[in-house]
């Protein structure tokens, strides 16, 4: 009898929620940070004020891409590495209700597991491909 290898892609769902976390705790912090400046300039001038306004302007215009980047990989890397693996546990899933007959294409399931297990069958599933 074949074994079956149970896969595990919670970590990978989690990164969503911790990273959607990260990008409101980091928006929440650029915000204080927003609010420290604007009670700062509101008591400095001069040029030194002018100078600091221009340098920490420009600090935040280069690290709101934080979330941009959070977004992309949740929105394509993560997305992808759950959708192949669901449409992989699908497969394989028909494989195992219609496994192939020991002599052959086992009406018309994709052959070429030979007594490999899941292996066998990830290989013939994605082998028919």
Same mark, same amino acid.
């Given at each position: 009898?074949?074994?079956?290898?149970?896969?595990?892609?919670?970590?990978?769902?989690?990164?969503?929620?911790?990273?959607?976390?990260?990008?409101?705790?980091?928006?929440?912090?650029?915000?204080?940070? /927003?609010?420290?400046?604007?009670?700062?300039?509101?008591?400095?001038?001069?040029?030194?004020?002018?100078?600091?306004?221009?340098?920490?302007?420009?600090?935040?215009?280069?690290?709101?891409?934080?979330?941009?980047?959070?977004?992309?990989?949740?929105?394509?890397?993560?997305?992808?590495?759950?959708?192949?693996?669901?449409?992989?546990?699908?497969?394989?899933?028909?494989?195992? /209700?219609?496994?192939?007959?020991?002599?052959?294409?086992?009406?018309?399931?994709?052959?070429?597991?030979?007594?490999?297990?899941?292996?066998?069958?990830?290989?013939?599933?994605?082998?028919?491909?």
């Amino acid at each position: 009898m074949s074994a079956f290898v149970k896969a595990d892609i919670e970590a990978i769902e989690s990164f969503e929620t911790i990273s959607a976390e990260a990008i409101q705790e980091f928006a929440d912090i650029q915000q204080k940070f /927003r609010d420290i400046n604007s009670d700062l300039l509101n008591t400095w001038e001069g040029d030194g004020a002018d100078a600091y306004k221009k340098e920490t302007d420009h600090i935040l215009e280069n690290i709101g891409g934080i979330k941009d980047v959070l977004d992309s990989i949740n929105s394509s890397v993560i997305k992808d590495i759950k959708d192949n693996y669901n449409k992989l546990d699908e497969d394989l899933a028909e494989f195992n /209700r219609n496994p192939p007959s020991e002599g052959g294409g086992g009406g018309g399931q994709a052959s070429g597991a030979t007594g490999n297990g899941a292996l066998g069958a990830a290989a013939a599933v994605v082998g028919a491909r």
